[in-house]
């Protein structure tokens, strides 16, 4: 019941910690699992036979898709984009998921040649199904195509999508459109309107205008991909698609303070549940409230959540920024949960250190919390790892692990530590200095065989005592016999780390 209660104290104070362990560590997952996701659609052309004026254009579409999730992930939001692969007539290239997205992508020789296919016609596209071998005339065309009728013929075939270019050819496009605008003003007024709407909807990337936008990607850097998509040796690192250069210490933060958030929640839970339960065992006994059981709540629920969001937020900046490798990249290397593991024991570590200054705690109770929090913190971590990959509902998962492995943790160091306690006390073993073997008589065994001891002096007020008048008694005499007394020492622990006579 020790070990459980000990458990339960330990995940308590340290599931803030945990929180943002998590927080940090899935939130560097997603955005690295966005990134590789990104880098096998671009090399997963390898085998493709298109040329690489055709290819450039299917990895603009990989590209802008991939690196739009990419930024979704680090501003930790739900939306993502998705490639449609779709060939029917006037489809679109690239669409959203769980937001409202519609875009076409044209990746051609110049600006011109590129906004001239985003504001096709759909009569223009008509005539090159002609040129091309095409049989069915313009009522069949239409028809087959989900058109009404010829009212149409004038409309943009893209209508509606967002039209992407190459970012070197935005300014030369936008100058082709605006001339056509003028010209077919005077001209032919009823094309002024494909034009217009392409002008309007031109980008050289596509956004949600929420902050998740993706990455403008050239006509040459288009072509260069494609030439390494084709010998499967598209390096992400050569276009900066790697989180040291994709997160900023504010994206960190700002996950850092959601996770300060959940984790002061956490706390807020673990550290008032005890005192609920204290609460209506009490009403259950005395049929009443005991108010001050109820100013304890208030007052655990506000400490718990201070220290619970100080701890999460802090666990989650440093679990990110090791493992995005803003702090270089051997750190990133490191196996996460010993990032977690290191945190929590750092983080206590200080504030035992600073206990032990003031002369709160010991030196040995601090050495003793130390190695605590070393072993229960990595059965903790492991069993929540473990508890994730079969609960896979983020935290959750991973608390309920934490939360199982922090008994366990527990009991198992409480029954190690009582049987290494046991052997110092038989040997005298001082386990490398982490045992105090303290060789000190007791003052009751030292005043016993005649040793005067005495404390620090201290300040007495002096009493007044009135005079008393005592009657005489008669007493008889006493003869006591010397006596000799055999005290057996033997040795215990007496006090934490601490062993002694008692």
Not at 219 to 231: F, M, N, V
Request: aromatic residues 10%.
């Amino acid at each position: 019941m020790e070990g459980f209660e000990e458990g339960y104290k330990f995940f308590g104070k340290n599931s803030g910690y945990l929180t943002g362990f998590f927080s940090g560590h899935q939130y560097i997952s997603d955005i690295e699992s966005e990134i590789n996701k990104t880098v096998d659609s671009i090399n997963a052309f390898r085998t493709n036979s298109a040329g690489i004026s055709t290819l450039k254009g299917d990895i603009a579409e990989f590209w802008h898709a991939g690196t739009f999730n990419i930024k979704a992930a680090i501003n930790d939001s739900k939306h993502r984009a998705v490639v449609d692969r779709s060939n029917e007539f006037g489809s679109v290239d690239v669409s959203g998921k769980n937001f409202p997205l519609e875009a076409g992508l044209k990746y051609y020789k110049n600006g011109a040649e590129s906004a001239k296919q985003q504001a096709k016609s759909i009569i223009e596209r008509y005539k090159e199904y002609q040129a091309q071998g095409g049989k069915d005339s313009l009522n069949d065309f239409l028809k087959k195509r989900n058109y009404p009728d010829e009212s149409v013929l004038n409309n943009p075939v893209y209508s509606g999508q967002l039209r992407i270019i190459p970012a070197d050819q935005l300014k030369d496009a936008i100058a082709y459109l605006e001339k056509k605008i003028a010209k077919e003003a005077v001209n032919r007024p009823e094309q002024v309107a494909r034009y217009k709407e392409t002008l309007e909807l031109l980008r050289d990337r596509i956004s949600d205008n929420q902050g998740n936008e993706s990455i403008p990607l050239t006509e040459a850097d288009s072509r260069r991909i494609a030439e390494l998509a084709k010998e499967g040796d598209f390096d992400p690192s050569e276009y900066g698609l790697v989180t040291e250069k994709l997160i900023t210490q504010a994206d960190i933060m700002k996950k850092a303070f959601k996770a300060g958030v959940s984790a002061a929640l956490v706390s807020m839970v673990l550290r008032t549940a005890p005192e609920i339960m204290k609460s209506i065992d009490y009403l259950i006994q005395n049929g009443e409230i005991d108010q001050e059981q109820f100013s304890a709540i208030g007052f655990a629920a506000v400490s718990s959540a201070g220290e619970g969001f100080i701890r999460g937020t802090i666990s989650a900046a440093i679990t990110a920024n090791c493992e995005a490798g803003i702090l270089g990249s051997e750190l990133k290397k490191v196996n996460p949960a010993v990032i977690g593991i290191v945190t929590v024991i750092t983080m206590n570590a200080i504030q035992n250190a600073y206990r032990v200054a003031k002369g709160k705690m010991t030196r040995y109770e601090m050495t003793n919390e130390l190695l605590k929090d070393m072993f229960v913190s990595s059965f903790s971590m492991y069993m929540g790892g473990l508890s994730q990959a079969l609960i896979e509902i983020p935290v959750l998962g991973f608390m309920l692990g934490s939360f199982v492995g922090s008994m366990v943790g527990s009991v198992a160091y409480s029954t190690g530590y009582s049987a290494i306690m046991s052997f110092c006390v038989e040997s005298g073993f001082t386990m490398f200095g982490l045992v105090d073997q303290d060789y000190r008589l007791p003052n009751d065994i030292l005043e016993e065989i005649g040793i005067e001891v005495f404390d620090y002096e201290n300040f007495d007020y002096e009493h007044c005592d009135a005079e008393r008048f005592n009657i005489s008694k008669f007493e008889l005499s006493t003869y006591q016999f010397e006596k000799y007394d055999i005290v057996f020492l033997r040795r215990g622990v007496i006090g934490i780390g601490r062993v002694g006579y008692i």
